[in-house]
């Protein structure tokens, strides 16, 4: 004797499957927030990543203004800079140097920069408005027409270096007059690195006996406030050249966190 098979109507199956669709669906909810929470204790993110709130970006010219103003002034000084699509331009015969409206002690900078034909230009940090110009205090990262520019003859005074003080390892790092030229500042603990175009042309520790033997043998000898202190502004020298500078990032560093970009795998050769 055969047993009779009970069959479901169409509706009954669609029911039962979107019933299990649900509660797979809930499973799935369950678990993601499950991971989130885990996630959320840990500071990482679900790519793995640190979250990025200690980063100061300023490329948009609205940033720009609000970020920069001119060296012992409160404004930005507009007609002597200007900004346009996020690129930011020193004005041809004005001598303003910007600087950033906060303080870094421990940081990275990231920017790029071209220059005009023959122009010079620099980046300061650690700059403090009690002197009376922005290098009198701050180091200088060097930005240099090297081929059209007479500091160009020079190691020291050449393109990436650390001005009047080590020239660049790499001098070659120096890309053409008027195409972008990518720089990273980085600033820990003391620990100083120029990198140029994905190179790393000065290395150099802040308080070490041979570097404040070179400072004696410069004018700065002669500067009292001249890398007294790391932490302070960072500023973009105007020498009456232009000069562009655009997707400018500084990054505020731990003191005693690592940096993966700048360690001794992927370093090129420094100048120390």
């Known amino acids: 004797m055969l047993k009779a098979t009970a069959e479901r109507s169409p509706r009954t199956w669609h029911s039962a499957l979107t019933a299990t669709a649900r509660a797979r669906a ?8 499950a991971l989130l929470a885990i996630l959320a204790g840990t500071g990482l993110t679900s790519t793995g990543a640190q979250p990025t709130n200690d980063l100061d970006a300023f490329e948009t010219c609205e940033a720009i203004r609000a970020g920069f103003r001119a060296f012992r002034h409160d404004a930005f000084p507009e007609g002597k800079w200007t900004c346009e699509a996020g690129v930011l331009r020193s004005v041809k015969g004005q001598r303003v140097d910007l600087i950033t409206r906060g303080e870094y002690q421990d ?44 500091d160009g003859l020079q190691p020291k005074t050449s393109a990436g270096g650390l001005y009047d003080l080590i020239g660049p390892s790499d001098r070659g790092a120096f890309k053409p007059t008027g195409d972008y030229n ?67 990032r500084i990054r505020r560093l731990s003191p005693d966190a690592s940096d993966k970009r700048t360690s001794a795998a992927d370093a090129g050769p420094a100048a120390k």
């Open 107 to 150: 940081f990275e900078l990231e920017l790029e920069w071209k220059v005009s034909f023959g122009a010079n230009s620099g980046i300061m940090y650690g700059v403090t408005e009690a002197a009376t110009e922005t290098y009198w205090s701050g180091p200088e990262m060097q930005i240099n027409d090297d081929p059209h520019h007479p």
């Open 182 to 248: 990518h720089i990273r500042i980085v600033s820990r603990s003391g620990h100083v690195e120029h990198w140029l175009n994905g190179i790393r042309v000065v290395a150099y520790e802040w308080d070490s006996p041979e570097l404040r033997a070179l400072i004696q043998q410069t004018k700065f000898a002669q500067a009292p406030l001249f890398m007294k202190q790391r932490r302070g502004h960072i500023a973009l020298q105007s020498e009456g050249d232009e000069v562009w500078f655009r997707h400018i």
């Open 26 to 33: 809930a499973r799935g909810r369950s678990r993601r927030i």
